[in-house]
Nanobody, 124 residues
Framework: QVQLVESGGGLVQAGGSLRLSCVVS????????MGWFRQAPGKEREFVAA????????VDADSVKGRFTISRVSAKNTVYLQMNSLKPEDTAVYSC?????????????????WGKGTLVTVSS
């Protein structure tokens, strides 16, 4: 069973930075695309960004464009989400996800594997 393990969440002041990490236990066709979602209290889950192990990436959430960057280190089976200029509205549980395609990733229901999530809290 493929496992995704996130780390790097925590409490940070507005304007600060955090880097989330997600390690995938093995790479298969179902983990070709790695991504991040977030869910704030009382809100629906939101797709944030995705990257292919080949390097092609996308950041979809307009609210984080220019502030968040997704990257990966293939040799470490690790994907990162660098979050800069954090705002209180970025407070959420951030979950790592794996899918076979970007289309499936964006759809949410096409995600093959989920991490347990890591909480990011941004104080004002």
């Amino acid at each position: 069973q493929v496992q995704l393990v996130e780390s790097g969440g925590g409490l940070v002041q507005a304007g600060g930075s955090l880097r989330l990490s997600c390690v995938v236990s093995e790479r298969t066709v179902s983990t070709e695309v790695m991504g991040w979602f977030r869910q704030a209290p009382g809100k629906e889950r939101e797709f944030v960004a995705a990257i292919m192990w080949s390097g092609s990436s996308t950041v979809d959430a307009d609210s984080v464009k220019g502030r968040f960057t997704i990257s990966r280190v293939s040799a470490k089976n690790t994907v990162y989400l660098q979050m800069n200029s954090l705002k209180p509205e970025d407070t959420a549980v951030y979950s790592c996800a794996a899918a076979s395609s970007t289309t499936r990733m964006r759809a949410g229901y096409g995600v093959a594997y989920w991490g347990k999530g890591t909480l990011v809290t941004v104080s004002s």
